[in-house]
């Protein structure tokens, strides 16, 4: 197994009341499987994407990611972790309006390895995703299809294990 989910609970204090986001998920995710999760805005998916990466604890239950037990590294550990292994396409994109796409790009890595070196990937990424005309553009300069394949090439700068996508489209 890839990604095994064991009983994971997690809720979130409002004022007085204690809102309950996940009650007891289980599932597994075998090498090569597709996992999509639908609901309605508001039914926990942001919240289990986030504690399924360790940017937030679960309550209770355990979270293996392949050989890492994510529900109990601290919190260094899980973000070498996700720096690691894991690659982020978010529905709004979090591109940094104020850098052109090649240095979205490289964003990442920037404070982990030279910058030359993360240069050289990121071309490459925004190469094979027809993005190199486009690479000394800032965001607001270009279309939201090319917003989002540079969201894409961030998220595989890394050469991520796994990789989740961020989406609010209801089915």
């Known amino acids: ?3 095994k989910i064991k009983n994971v609970t997690k809720s979130y204090q409002l004022n ?7 009650r007891g998920i289980d599932f597994e995710v075998a090498s090569g499987d597709w996992l999509t ?3 309605p805005s508001g039914s926990g998916k942001t919240t289990l994407l986030k504690v399924l990466s360790g940017i937030e604890q679960p309550d209770e239950g355990s979270i293996m990611i392949g050989d890492f037990h994510i529900s109990e590294g601290s919190e260094e550990e899980r973000r070498n ?3 690691d292994n894991i690659g982020y396409i978010f529905q709004d994109f979090q591109l940094f309006e104020q850098f052109n796409l090649l240095l979205n790009v490289m964003i990442p890595l920037l404070p982990y390895e030279k910058k030359e070196q993360i240069e050289k990937k990121a ?3 925004l190469a094979n995703v027809n993005l190199s005309h486009r690479e000394k553009h800032r965001p607001a300069m270009v279309s939201g299809g090319e917003k989002q394949r540079t969201a894409i090439a961030r998220s595989l700068i ?3 294990t796994y ?3 961020m989406s609010q489209q209801e089915i």
């Open 1 to 3: 197994m890839l990604i």
């Open 16 to 22: 007085k009341e204690k809102v309950h986001v996940l």
């Open 37 to 39: 999760i639908t609901g």
């Open 81 to 83: 972790f996700r720096r």
């Open 123 to 125: 071309k490459e990424i």
């Open 158 to 160: 890394n050469r991520p």
């Open 163 to 165: 990789c989740f996508v």
